[in-house]
């Protein structure tokens, strides 16, 4: 299975201790000043809506977004365009670029305490046609994610906790039992 549209949600640790507002320069001032590379277009602001996208950093193949869904802020990297490569190569450029993101936001929002977990992520696949959310989908993709984890992450203490539901998009949690180097994985 050739998993493409991966996306990889860092959850802030605790309780995010930053008005959400504050993103918003941020992002913009990472577009004038090319922080991330990439082609870099605009930040659209989803406050309004309840546990949605927060505020967004818009991209021609990727988006980053101080996400709220499912009432958790984190840092979400959303590859929108195909990616050239094997698994691990998309798998990888998602976990990295969210890494980057947190790594960013850490030093931007330092004097406020704002550090995203070390203990786990969301990875998802966000393509229905693609990874329908299937026992077949879990079953082709358990030993592809579970091979690219063991890599990245440098060891094999993890769980997948797979979201079940049929109707959402096929993802996992990650859980690790190691904490994440967000120096080693940007």
């Given at each position: 299975?050739?998993?493409?549209h991966?996306?990889?949600?860092?959850?802030?640790?605790?309780?995010?201790?930053?008005?959400p507002?504050?993103?918003?320069?941020?992002?913009?001032?990472?577009?004038?000043?090319?922080?991330?590379?990439g082609?870099?277009?605009?930040?659209?602001?989803?406050?309004?809506?309840?546990?949605?996208?927060?505020?967004?950093?818009?991209?021609?193949?990727?988006?980053?977004?101080m996400?709220?869904?499912?009432?958790?802020?984190?840092?979400l990297?959303?590859h929108?365009?195909?990616?050239?490569g094997?698994?691990?190569?998309?798998l990888?450029?998602a976990?990295?670029?969210?890494?980057?993101?947190?790594k960013?936001?850490?030093?931007?929002f330092?004097?406020?305490?704002?550090?995203?977990s070390r203990?786990?992520?969301?990875l998802?696949?966000?393509?229905?046609?693609?990874?329908?959310?299937t026992?077949?989908?879990?079953?082709?993709?358990?030993?592809i994610?579970?091979s690219?984890l063991?890599?990245?992450?440098?060891h094999?203490?993890?769980?997948?906790?797979?979201?079940?539901?049929?109707?959402?998009?096929?993802?996992?949690?990650?859980?690790?039992?190691q904490?994440l180097?967000?120096?080693?994985?940007?």
């Open positions: 299975m050739e998993l493409q991966v996306n990889v949600k860092i959850l802030v640790d605790g309780d995010i201790t930053v008005d507002g504050r993103f918003i320069d941020v992002f913009h001032r990472w577009i004038r000043e090319g922080v991330i590379e082609l870099l277009i605009d930040v659209a602001d989803y406050r309004h809506v309840p546990h949605g996208p927060g505020v967004m950093l818009i991209g021609f193949d990727f988006d980053y977004s996400d709220n869904a499912g009432g958790n802020w984190g840092m990297y959303n929108k365009s195909p990616l050239d094997n698994n691990d190569d998309r990888s450029t976990l990295k670029s969210a890494a980057q993101a947190c960013l936001l850490e030093t931007e330092a004097d406020d305490g704002l550090k995203f203990q786990g992520f969301e998802i696949i966000n393509d229905r046609a693609l990874a329908p959310n026992d077949e989908t879990w079953d082709a993709c358990q030993p994610l579970q690219f063991k890599s990245a992450l440098g094999e203490e993890f769980e997948l906790q797979r979201e079940s539901e049929p109707r959402r998009r096929f993802g996992v949690t990650v859980e690790t039992k904490p180097d967000f120096d080693a994985l940007a």
